[in-house]
């Protein structure tokens, strides 16, 4: 089987379905050249199990990136141009996400306004300010056709936003997480249609119920279940599913 992309970043890399993506992606048989494990605090606590992988894989560049924060995001930026050299960059996956069970007659304006900036705003200011390196890697190939070894963009999206099954409002109503990852929907159906001709695949993924801290215990699904789901998506994503909204399983799921 042939590497899933020579070169993938990852954001939120630290825990949870982000970690996963990371260590099943540097144990695999053919391990991407390149793979940019970033998270908001690599050389803090946080960042610990992520050190502790890095170290056995050298495959595996820890870079600082706060998906919320453009000096950090450029930064990240510079980081990534530095190793790749004059490669693109072949794989974006925003994974970064935070949660919110707020209600309508709890939720307020700071805490909605700030999960739509981690959820909405971050992935699509990732996706523009690395748009360059993606470019490269889409031209730079020689490869037909849209894929996650040419150039692609991966919006970890949820079911829980999908406005066409407005699953169990009344059970999770959860507005801002839902809303946010709504928008981020649309961002990804936007980006699909914008850069198809530039040869780059967007496509968002529901990774499933997953047990990690956002999920938790309850959840029906183990990290290294979904992610392996996910990455075997992914691999067979085409010109077909660019634009598509897709779970852990390749189902696809209503807007
Ligand atoms: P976790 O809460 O376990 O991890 C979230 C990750 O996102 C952490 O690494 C966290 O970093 C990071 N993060 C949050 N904000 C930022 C930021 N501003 N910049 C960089 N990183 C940030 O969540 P999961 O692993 O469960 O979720 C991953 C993705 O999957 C999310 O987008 C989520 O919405 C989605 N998802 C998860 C489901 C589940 O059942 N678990 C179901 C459906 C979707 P830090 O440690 O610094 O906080």
Redesign the pocket.
């Known amino acids: 089987m042939s590497a899933l992309a020579r070169s993938v970043l990852v ?8 970690l996963e993506l990371v260590r099943q992606l540097a144990a695999s048989p053919q391990p991407p050249q390149h793979i940019f494990a970033t ?3 690599p050389e803090g606590p ?1 960042g610990k199990a992520l050190r502790e992988l890095a170290a056995q894989h050298p495959s595996i560049k820890l870079v600082q ?4 924060n453009l000096a950090s995001i450029r930064g990240a930026v510079r980081a990534v141009e530095s190793h790749l050299k004059d490669q693109g960059l072949n794989l974006l996956i925003n ?5 919110s069970h707020a209600t309508l007659r709890s939720l307020d304006l700071q805490e909605m306004l700030s999960i739509f900036a ?2 909405a705003v ?1 992935p699509i200011q990732v996706a523009k300010e690395f748009l360059p390196l993606l470019d490269k890697a889409a031209k730079g190939m020689g490869k037909e056709g849209l894929s996650c070894s040419r150039a692609a963009v991966i919006n ?3 079911k829980l936003g999908s406005i066409g099954l407005c699953l169990g409002v009344l059970e999770a109503p959860m507005y801002p997480y839902r809303a946010s ?1 709504a928008a981020q929907n649309m961002v990804t159906r936007c980006m699909a249609a914008e850069l198809r001709d530039q040869g780059i695949l967007c496509t968002a993924i ?5 047990k ?4 938790t215990e309850k ?1 029906p699904l183990t990290v290294e279940q979904s992610v392996r789901g996910i990455l075997s998506v992914l691999a067979g994503l085409s010109q077909e599913t660019s634009g598509a909204f897709l779970d852990w399983e390749g189902n696809s799921l209503p807007w």
């Open positions: 954001t939120g890399s630290n825990r949870g379905i982000g998270c908001r605090d946080r990136l706060d998906t919320v994974n970064a996400g935070v949660s981690t959820n971050g970890v999206s949820t990852k529901h990774p499933g119920w997953v990690t801290d956002m999920g959840a």
